[in-house]
């Protein structure tokens, strides 16, 4: 499983940015998909995460603020982030659970200024 991650940029304090995650590969194995950010010297957190059901979790300070959704046509999978909070400022990392072990994406920036 390959997965390309984009959409990360500059947004200003209660601004939007919408990621994207397209996945290749064995996609059929898939199972869960997740977003996870990590700020320099700090450890990966995961952010938020969706089954194959449709299943979506998220960590609570993103809760109301954060959607993950999927398009299973399309193989990919979007975190739209609005309210963004300076402290939101990460770089963001899409993840695939699959029956053939974990893969992440390329990380992308996410810069939010006060």
């Known amino acids: 499983v390959q997965l390309q991650a984009s959409g990360g940029g500059l947004a200003q304090a209660g601004g939007s940015l919408k990621l994207s995650c397209a996945a290749s590969g064995i996609t059929n194995s898939i199972n869960a998909f997740g977003w996870y950010r990590q700020d320099p010297g700090k450890e990966r957190e995961v952010v938020a995460a969706i089954s194959s059901h449709g299943d979506t979790n998220y960590i609570d300070s993103v809760k109301g603020r954060f959607t993950i959704s999927m398009n299973i046509a399309k193989n990919t999978v979007y975190l739209q982030m609005n309210s963004l909070k300076p402290e939101d400022t990460a770089v963001y990392y899409c993840?695939?659970?699959?029956?053939?072990?974990?893969?992440w994406g390329q990380g992308t920036l996410v810069t939010v200024s006060s």
């Open positions: 993840n695939a659970g699959s029956s053939y072990g974990s893969f």
